[in-house]
């Protein structure tokens, strides 16, 4: 059985989605067994302990630079012997530490279809935001491996939507999450404890 660690910092839908998930039998070998968080105000926290997961804060705010933010992150990460760590809504970008520590085992939930509308800056309802001012008719979700690169790790699995003419970014956002977000983020999970993702390369194949 996996250890799974989750890394949130605002409303927690998307660690939601998995403790669903995990209720219904849907993550194959793997259990969550720790949450940490960068943000004390989280709402995700308070989904933990409704579920009875550790949880660890880790405030951003306590950290002038990212080196020692990385690694006192790490250090919770490892201390809690986490087999997979997920960034589900996780707004702090970490440094190189925390791939060499974990390689190839985070994976991260995007709010759009990467490579488009993702990187420094996107986060969030920027994301929609910039969907709806590019005119593309179609978003979705991505959830791929985390490297040092941000936004640019090996995809696991995407959904795309429509997008409609008359989306908000708040419409789409709600769109994208119940109907991407929720749905690939558990896959994704359960497919790495059961070992069914290949890496090759910058790409994966589910086995
Ligand atoms: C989600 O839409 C997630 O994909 C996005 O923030 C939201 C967090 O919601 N993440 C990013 O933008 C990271 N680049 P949640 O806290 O309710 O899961």
């Given at each position: ?165 008359d989306d908000t970014s708040q419409t789409l956002q709600k769109r994208v999450m119940e109907e991407c977000e929720w749905k690939i983020l558990p896959k ?6 059961e070992g069914r993702i290949k890496i090759i390369g910058n790409k994966t194949e589910i086995i």
């Amino acid at each position: 059985m996996m250890n799974i660690a989750v890394l949130v910092s605002g409303g927690g839908t998307n660690l939601q989605a998995l403790i669903d998930a995990q209720n219904r039998g849907e993550i194959k070998n793997g259990k969550i067994t720790c949450v940490v968080s960068s943000n004390p105000d989280a709402y995700a926290l308070e989904r933990a302990e409704n579920n009875n997961i550790a949880t660890k804060i880790v405030n951003r705010k306590d950290y002038d630079d990212r080196a020692a933010y990385t690694a006192d992150v790490r250090d919770a990460l490892l201390d809690a012997k986490a087999d997979l760590v997920v960034y589900a809504g996780f707004m702090t970008i970490l440094d190189e530490q925390i791939v060499e520590a974990f390689p190839n085992k985070m994976m991260n939930v995007h709010p759009a279809l990467i490579p488009s509308f993702c990187g420094k800056g996107f986060y969030g309802l920027h994301v929609h935001d910039a969907v709806l001012a590019s005119g593309v008719k179609l978003t979705g979700a991505t959830v791929h491996f985390v490297t040092e690169d941000c936004d640019a790790g090996p995809i696991i699995i995407q959904k795309a939507i429509d997008v409609k003419n008359d989306d908000t970014s708040q419409t789409l956002q709600k769109r994208v999450m119940e109907e991407c977000e929720w749905k690939i983020l558990p896959k994704a999970v359960s497919l790495f404890c059961e070992g069914r993702i290949k890496i090759i390369g910058n790409k994966t194949e589910i086995i």
